[in-house]
């Protein structure tokens, strides 16, 4: 058990540094999850991380809002495929 505590923690740790992040559904993913990339992503930021309901789960905000109001939301970790970005590659790829 006490293993499993210090894994969970030392993954918490990770997406903590890792800010910015682009994702996209897996081919597995749940219709929401489609739905939540799709409405306000693909790119978010890292707000935290859950191993206890029943998956490990991040906790995103969306980053680039255009209707004004921030969406925020769990999205579980194995339905998504993450890449790690820096601002000035958003900002490159939002400009085109």
Not at 70 to 75: D, Q, S, V
Request: glycine share 8%; charged share 35%; no cysteine.
């Amino acid at each position: 058990m006490r293993e499993k505590s210090r894994h969970s923690v030392m993954r918490r740790q990770h997406f903590k540094i890792m800010k910015t992040i682009i994702i996209s559904p897996t081919n597995k993913a749940s219709g929401r999850t489609k739905n939540r990339i799709r409405e306000h992503g693909p790119v978010f930021e890292v707000v935290g991380t859950d191993d206890t309901l029943g998956g490990e789960q991040l906790l995103v905000r969306e980053r680039f809002s255009q209707s004004g109001s921030t969406w925020l939301g769990w999205l579980p970790r194995d339905e998504f495929h993450i890449k790690r970005v820096d601002e000035k590659f958003i900002k490159k790829a939002l400009d085109k």
